[in-house]
């Protein structure tokens, strides 16, 4: 049996207690391990549960519930203008966020894993150096799992200017500008541009490449697109900020295909994306190699090249969500425990939470064009679903595609309410290798949004008889 813990040694670190870091502590923990979990931050979660995907699904949930509220009144139920009160709103999103950062802890004190608030390095392969409160701590190691995630990439052409902010600045929600610029029109960018304007403020997006949340199919960003606009938020593709500077407000210098223009905002949240911490856990002292990036190159096994040291979830690469993360983190966990266990996932999928939602798993059309892949395609508009009427969403759309020979799903793309919830059972198709007959028998119940992915398979079989 491998060496017990004690205060210098460990027979298994996780260093980073995101999704990823946390999922592997726990896994290996119930597999018998005695596990020490390394992170800084005062609570566990990482990025996701402390400043990600749950304090903006929060605030999404606010921004959601004053647009209904609005929309309510084209169905003949008025409502007066929001209240907004801000303390209230952080402390519903913080209240969510602390009940499930306590419960991780809960979860780890149940298992015994051990939790160390630090900074960890490598100094060699069987060991790492932490920085904790109380000076620095040594602590050796058998094998290690990787965690250490992501942060926001910051353009270095900007000035240090408190109004500039990035994601978790924007979640903290400090106040509602009457103007601010969101560079980077990908999911985080939308999300708080949409949560922003939603409280009051008049929100610019600019995105360098051709279509906001490039990745996605455009056929399901177009009527996001679409009712962004018609809210009032304006949105420059194609188009570059050259230059900032800030002086009683924030002046940017954009180009893009109207020429060279500039204007002004109260403040500029910038979302252009994440850079992985691979770099900053001295990889080389373990002799692991770090790409240029900062990214850590696994096998299927989550391995790294010293194979007693593992690494997961947004450090070993695209896409940097919190699912691809937490499956990683079992991969590694049970491959550390000795189980023949690989990383091989058909599909991952990603969602955009804005209003409509915008979700994706799989081929997209694009790529499928790209790789010279055949396929065939279907799409069912939500103008024909009964549920998507029924709630004032029509503009959705489902869309798959499918191997024209065999007929089996390659990917899907959904627009409209719940489109996050509707994807997984594409995903599930694609990873069942399930085809066009297998979802089209499959009785969806009715009326539900459901019923629109069923639909776009029949009307790739001919077989829809309500369009
Ligand atoms: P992280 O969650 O980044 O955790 C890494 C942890 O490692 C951190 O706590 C950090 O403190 C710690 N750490 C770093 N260096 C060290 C070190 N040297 N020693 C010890 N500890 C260290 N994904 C989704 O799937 N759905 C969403 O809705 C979603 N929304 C998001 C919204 C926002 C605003 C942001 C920023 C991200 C969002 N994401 C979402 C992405 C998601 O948060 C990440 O993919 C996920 O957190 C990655 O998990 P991870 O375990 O790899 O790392």
Redesign the pocket.
């Known amino acids: 049996p491998p060496p017990a813990a004690d205060a210098d040694h460990s027979p298994l670190v996780v260093?980073?207690?995101?999704?990823?870091?946390y999922t592997a502590a726990f896994r290996a923990a119930d597999l018998g391990r005695e596990v020490t979990l390394?992170?800084?931050?005062a609570t566990l979660g990482?990025?996701?549960l402390?400043?990600?995907?749950i304090p903006?699904?929060s605030l999404l949930h606010i921004a959601k519930v004053i647009d209904e509220a609005e929309a309510a009144r084209d169905h003949g139920l008025g409502f007066a203008a929001p209240e907004i009160d801000l303390g209230k709103i952080r402390a519903f999103k913080d209240g969510v966020v602390g009940r499930l950062t306590s419960g991780l802890e809960g979860l780890a004190r149940r298992r015994k894993v051990r939790v160390i608030r630090?900074?960890?390095?490598f100094t060699g392969p069987n060991r790492l150096s932490i920085d904790t409160e109380a000076g620095p701590q040594s602590l050796g190691f058998d094998q290690a799992i990787i965690?250490?995630?992501?942060e926001?990439v910051r353009l270095p052409f900007l000035p240090e200017d408190p109004r500039i902010i990035d994601?978790t600045g924007s979640?903290a929600l400090a106040e509602v500008p009457t103007r601010m610029l969101v560079i980077g029109g990908g999911?985080?960018g939308l999300?708080?541009a949409q949560i922003y304007h939603a409280l009051g403020a008049g929100i610019e997006i600019v995105e360098a490449t051709g279509q906001i949340i490039p990745g996605a199919d455009k056929d399901v960003v177009a009527p996001l697109t679409r009712r962004l606009r018609e809210k009032g938020i304006v949105i420059h593709t194609d188009t570059r900020v050259t230059a900032v500077t800030a002086g009683a407000r924030l002046e940017a210098r954009f180009t893009g295909p109207k020429g060279d223009f500039s204007d002004s905002y109260d403040r500029i949240l910038v979302a252009v994306g994440?850079r992985p911490?691979g770099d900053?856990?001295g990889a080389e002292q373990a002799g692991i190699a770090v790409s240029p990036q900062g990214f850590l190159a696994v096998d299927t096994q989550m391995r790294t090249s010293q194979p007693h040291i593992f690494a997961?979830?947004?450090?070993v690469g695209q896409p940097?969500?919190?699912?691809?993360?937490t499956h990683e983190a079992k991969v590694a966990a049970e491959a550390a425990c000795g189980e023949t266990v690989a990383f091989e996932a058909a599909c991952i999928p990603s969602?955009a939470?804005t209003d409509p939602e915008i979700a994706w798993v799989g081929l997209t059309e694009a790529q499928a064009k790209q790789d010279g892949i055949r396929v065939g395609k279907a799409s069912f508009p939500w103008m024909a679903s009964g549920r998507a009427l029924s709630m004032g969403r029509g503009e959705g759309l489902t869309k798959l595609l499918f191997d024209p020979d065999s007929g089996r799903v390659l990917g899907g793309a959904i627009t409209g309410a719940n489109a996050g919830d509707l994807i997984a059972e594409v995903a599930l198709a694609i990873e069942m290798r399930a085809d066009a007959h297998d979802i089209a028998l499959t009785i969806h119940p009715h009326p539900t949004l459901s019923e629109t992915v069923a639909f776009a398979a029949e009307a790739h079989l001919g077989t829809l008889t309500d369009l």
């Open positions: 260093i980073g207690a995101g999704p990823g870091g390394i992170d800084p931050r990482g990025v996701c402390n400043v990600g995907c903006s699904k630090g900074t960890a390095r965690a250490v995630g992501s926001p994601s979640l999911i985080i999300e708080m994440r911490n900053r856990i997961i979830g947004d450090v940097m969500l919190a699912h691809k993360a969602v939470y």
